[in-house]
């Protein structure tokens, strides 16, 4: 069984990591049931927001499971695990719905790299982020040095990548990486998703598409998104699916 649960409260869906005795570190399992998950989710029509948390005090998670890894060929090591975390944070990143990462604890490697590919965080006074890779003779892999660079100022992603440097919540905060930081992570995040529920869905969809196109967040199937959606609400669309079915020459009325 998976250690990743998906719950569906209303408009909103709770992704939680559930490995406590590896501090939520992530295996091809849980790897896969993320996928799934966001896939489901993607569906749901009703869902508005999305908060990502995790089980236990010590970790909101500690990145990927050594023991995972650690046997994998360089081919595997590259494909089959870099690759497929990839994929799947990227899934994550570009769910049309807001999602909210709630840092109760210390946030490491694929773990980092989990609440970067949510749209907004909120940090635990306690809680750190850092990317330890180097520390064990690999490099981030999961984005760590690609959508990052885009959050972190660059001196302050090198810290963390190069000198293994720890990114405090009080410095998390005031570099904006964290939205905020609070005793109760969980209770913050809830209610900012209440916030979500405030606004029109669909605006809140599009201008997340609109946010994504600008920074470089899968640029190219945004800027068809949105060209798409407005293309389909045009009489033209109507009319060439009219024509078509009733094989005929479409007459465009331009609107």
Partial sequence: MSAVHLSIEGPLARITLDNEAKLNAFTPAMLAALEGYCGEIECAEAVR???????GSRAFCAGADIKAWAPLSPFEFARAWVREGHRVFDRLARLSKPTIAVLQAHAFGGGLELAAACDIRVMAPGASCGLPEAQVGIVPGW??????????????????VLFGRRLNAERALALGFAAEVAEDPLKTAETLAEDVLTSSPRAVEVAKYQLHAAVGE??????????????????????????????????????
């Fill in 218 to 255: 899968d640029r190219a199937a945004m800027i068809e998104a949105l060209g798409g959606g407005m293309i389909a609400a045009s009489a033209d669309k109507a009319e060439g699916v009219a024509a078509f079915a009733e094989k005929r020459k479409p007459d465009f009325p331009g609107s």
């Fill in 49 to 55: 927001a999305v908060i990502v948390q995790s089980v």
């Fill in 143 to 160: 984005s760590g040095t690609q959508r990052l660079a885009r959050l972190l100022p660059e001196p302050v992603l090198k810290e963390m």
